[in-house]
């Protein structure tokens, strides 16, 4: 590996901390802003916090079917001593009740139906017994307010119900309707160009010649920024060509649509050369980092043009999209506004069934199987040489061992990082 | 809950089983396939099994920059005592080496390029030294095939590489560019009406009256539609009202993109009433399951007509949401005949951080937040009354109690399910 004797070889997290430095956040949020559609914002980013502009439910409504009715009517009503109450009449669902309820009287209710005015509770079917066509026993008491949900109580008029940054759920999705917000201000979808670099890589439809071979890693990489929610653009191969690269990095950086560019490969010591150059003309600042103590990973590149990262990514594919995963992705979380929350990682935890020696000095991501044996889960770690994609396709995550550790042991308790 | 005395409540495995021995797999996937460019592919659920048809790489391949040759002519070479090479030429990548090796010779070559006849390892550039323009020094053995991927290591010709079923992830759309797969034979995309009933419910353009709600059920079950990979087809809001309903749900049967309907509320009495005839009506063979042991989820309806499974949900949205979670989604994931995988669902070991109380024999789902106490991750359950929206809104995930639990105890290592 040839690495720029001026670039030394730096954790991503320092990595990361030359990049956030570096790039202007307030300028790139200042137009990201749009709106979307309610129903198409699934796990899009708010863009504004959102504010109840309502009480919800909006109206005290029932919990339960039942009788809604005054609590202290039915207060020491038991099996024996039951209260006796008028029923008045039913409450619609849909419609607000005309009835007033005064002590002794009672409605009949459904879940999700309004209090009529007078009434502070709602008794269940199942406590209660008729006895004739006005008239009940209600053979248990309940409380005020008890299978009840206050006009408030759910939400607060003027509450903040979502911080911006909070990306969309289902649930989320749902209170949003229920506050009637058809349309909401989100951050615009991120625009990532792929590119792929080398003499050797040909498009997937041909037949490549002996030492060839075909076009992984924009697919690969295509399909890990829909992932995040963000839109590849994809712009096919380029030879080792500086001039070339130079070209089509330059009319990435002029569409407004692109945001972000990968450039993986070339694998040749030659292309690493003029892609440094290239990189470094396009500034400024151009390269910021160039070598990650990863592995694999090592030969990465973060630059930036024009207020728009460039990430060089190795060309063996296994190895970009471990460096899309780790790298890559936080860039993007960035650039998405989002703000960090459980779930956005899936992890799972397991033993490791054999020892793995590391060298120390780098994060090392080892890929494992998960395998179930005696009822606990075994992170099995596949062993492949460097280049081979099929060990990415059998496994079932990734595990890391840190920058200053020189191993991990049979049995020790591992956190997978599942694909 | 009025529950029909016919049905009993049953758990949601015994439920899935009854749905399993009613419904006809053999012919709803023989009509299921249809072909996928690879770059729409992500998340796809493969219809075939994938034959390799060549070897990966496809040739004797470096793995590093470094000098082709013979591993015979370094055996026993050190510092104190290294092997003389002649360097007859340069692999250009993507070409076809013409060059022959022969013993005493070596030729340079890059990450990537193809081993030429006669060599069977390649010497990293770092354990050589140049002596002159043809001449280097090897200062340390390699073994035969060393830093080389042979040409059928990846992947061998005729291998199955991935089974029908398999559902598609970044590194596996990578693995299927490097074979060439342009387009690929995947099932077809799940089509799934939601209906909401009620009369209480209105549009969420609407101004709500008192009594009246928006239609939260449409867009969070369309959001979790999305979600697993099928598509939502909102169909609106019925009234109470029989005819409407049976008219609605007729139409949805006959539209072939509708796989499945889901039909949330109504809340009232009457109208879970006349939703069960209708589904009875609809059949054969109609209703199969109505009321589970959940809570909340208890009023849950299967039910099949023209082999399309019709869900009748809970009113309440966050019932519904949690019904569909655990009992839609696995009818859907056997719709969509995905094998089943880790990081399907996500989890996270959290301790409990106060006690829970249960009812036992019903499995309960209690909402809890995610918060970080002294490097120890704990569950905080979300107490709130039935029928809100914004308890699962401030979730983080949900664990469960299940049937045969009496509770759970504070300090008790519990399954977070994450949103």
Chains 1, 2 share one sequence.
Not at 34 to 53: F, P, T
Not at 60 to 66: L, P
Not at 219 to 226: K, R, S, T, W
Not at 239 to 252: F, G, K, P, V, Y
Request: aromatic letters at 6%.
């Amino acid at each position: 590996m040839m690495v720029n004797p001026l670039f030394k070889l730096m954790t991503i997290v320092d990595g990361l901390q030359i990049f956030r430095d570096s790039f202007d956040y307030k300028r790139y949020f200042a137009n990201r802003n749009e709106e979307s559609d309610l129903k198409y914002a699934l796990r899009r980013v708010l863009a504004e916090d959102i504010v109840a502009m309502e009480n919800i439910p909006g109206f005290n409504r029932s919990t339960v079917d039942g009788y809604a009715l005054k609590a202290s009517d039915t207060f020491g009503a038991s099996g024996g001593l039951p209260a006796y109450l008028e029923v008045t009449g039913e409450i619609k669902m849909s419609e607000i009740p005309s009835l007033l309820i005064r002590s002794g009287q009672a409605v009949q209710i459904s879940t999700g139906g309004m209090l009529p005015e007078g009434a502070d509770a709602v008794v269940m079917l199942e406590y209660t017994e008729k006895i004739d066509k006005t008239m009940i026993e209600v053979n248990r008491p309940v409380a005020a307010w008890e299978n009840v949900l206050k006009e408030d109580e759910d939400i607060k008029k003027d509450e903040i119900v979502f911080k911006k940054g909070h990306s969309l759920r289902p649930q989320d999705i749902g209170l949003l309707a229920a506050l009637g917000w058809e349309n909401i201000p989100v951050y615009k979808k991120i625009g990532i160009a792929i590119i792929s670099t080398g003499d050797e890589i040909v498009p997937i439809y041909s037949l490549p010649k002996r030492g060839q071979v075909r076009d992984i890693n924009s697919y690969a990489l295509g399909a890990e920024v829909e992932e995040t929610g963000c839109i590849p653009y994809y712009r096919g191969i380029i030879a080792d060509n500086e001039i070339a690269l130079e070209e089509e990095l330059s009319q990435c950086l002029k569409q407004n649509e692109i945001d972000m560019i990968l450039v993986s490969g070339g694998s040749s010591v030659g292309s690493r050369d003029y892609t440094l150059r290239v990189l470094s003309h396009l500034g400024p600042p151009g390269i910021l980092v160039h070598g990650l103590a990863l592995k694999p990973g090592k030969p990465t590149i973060i630059s930036l043009s024009q207020q728009k990262p460039i990430i060089g990514l190795p060309g063996h594919p296994a190895s970009a999209l471990l460096v899309f995963k780790n790298v890559v992705s936080k860039i993007i979380a960035d650039l998405k506004g989002e703000i960090p929350r459980y779930g956005l990682v899936k992890t799972i935890e397991a033993l490791l069934e054999k020892n793995i020696a590391s060298e120390g000095g780098k994060e090392e991501f080892i890929r494992v199987l998960l395998k179930k044996k005696d009822n606990q889960l075994w992170a099995v770690p596949i062993l492949g040489k460097s280049g081979m994609i099929s060990t990415l396709a059998k496994a079932d995550g990734y595990i890391k061992v840190d920058l200053n550790q020189e191993g991990l042991y049979k049995g020790e308790k591992v956190t997978v990082n599942l694909f």
